[in-house]
């Protein structure tokens, strides 16, 4: 069902050629809110599982335009998580003291333990989203050695690199980006302008960046084809019907959690048997005996003991 979203580098990918507004997965959208909201009952108890079992962790990193409706698929994705082991980071323009850095070190800082899960609106791919569309590398500074006609290479490579490290390390990637299409995005963008409840997610620099659409589109497809895998995959999803996107990411965070497939650690015979001596104490408590007094009671008993044993000799 996920297969025609995913791309794991097997075929090649066309940003034209896909739908920002196809439903294939559910048409009624009472159905994909019901739907959803069992996946996410399903999301609870695998996070669950993982964060007991402590043996992978995962990323799921989030790409889109603005007002593709990121923050609110994020957010509603948060809403099924427990804040244990959860961690949501959001990569805004990197700072001075994070541009003196590789590009990746802010993003290794975020990267979550075994039995976690990391949600990053935004990701190390606004490296090559951002970084190419404004040609960022004319402006900053670089080593005489460093080719500037590959440098968009290099990064597709480090990036390919550090995704398979990260699996390596038990820790997956799997990458969503929310496709909406130019059109959605201008009503949207009206919408935001006219209702004044939603004045204050609009800024003159969203329009700005809306001029560039055509570079972004081809920077998103070359990230896509350069740095889809099989261990790290990426999922295109429609995003012109935010109910129907929100359904769509549900299945991938509950398909990749069965996929990983946590359990709860099993329990030794002897932690069992450790269980039954703190189940005799608190049944004691709760009918009102006092464990102190048993446990007075004892050492009493076996000092008499060891008194008469002596005498006896």
């Known amino acids: 069902m996920l297969k025609k979203y995913r791309y794991d580098g ?6 034209s050629k896909v739908s920002t507004s196809e439903r294939s997965m559910e048409k ?4 994909a809110e019901e739907r959803m909201l069992k996946n996410f009952a399903e999301i609870e108890e695998l996070q669950r599982r993982l964060y007991a079992d402590k043996k992978e962790g995962v990323i799921f990193l989030f790409q889109a335009m603005d007002a ?5 698929t994020i957010a509603a994705v948060l809403t099924c998580l427990s804040p244990h082991g959860v961690n949501e980071s959001a990569f805004k323009a990197p700072s001075a003291v ?12 975020a990267a979550p333990m075994k039995g976690e899960i990391a949600i990053f609106n935004r990701s190390h791919y606004e490296e090559v989203l951002v970084y190419r569309v404004k040609e960022m590398w004319k402006t900053q500074a670089n080593a005489k050695r460093i080719d500037l006609d590959k440098i968009m290479d290099y990064r597709y490579e480090d990036i390919c690199n550090y995704e398979k490290y990260l699996w390596h390390n038990n820790v997956r990637t799997v990458k969503i980006f929310l496709n909406v299409s130019k059109k959605k995005q201008a009503r949207r963008f009206l919408s935001r302008i006219e209702e004044p409840e939603k004045n204050w997610k609009f800024s003159g620099s969203d329009f700005e960046e809306r001029k560039y659409w055509d570079a972004y589109q081809d ?3 070359d990230a896509i084809n350069n740095t889809a895998t099989k261990e790290a995959p990426w999922y295109v999803v429609p995003a012109d019907h935010k109910w129907y996107m929100r359904l769509v990411v549900s299945e991938i965070i509950l398909q990749t959690l069965k996929d ?3 359990q709860y650690p099993e329990v030794t015979e002897q932690r069992l048997k450790e269980f039954d001596s703190y189940k005799e104490e608190l049944q004691d408590e709760m009918n009102g005996k006092d464990p102190d007094k048993k446990e007075k009671k004892d050492k009493k ?6 008194a008469a044993k002596k005498s006896e000799s």
């Open 219 to 221: 920077a998103f497809e």
């Open 260 to 262: 990983m497939d946590p």
């Open 301 to 306: 008993a076996k000092k008499e003991k060891k």
């Open 28 to 31: 009624d959208r009472g159905k």
């Open 98 to 109: 994070e541009q003196a850095h590789d590009f990746l070190w802010r993003i290794e800082k």
């Open 10 to 15: 097997s075929r090649k990918f066309k940003l």
């Open 68 to 72: 593709a409706g990121k923050d609110g």
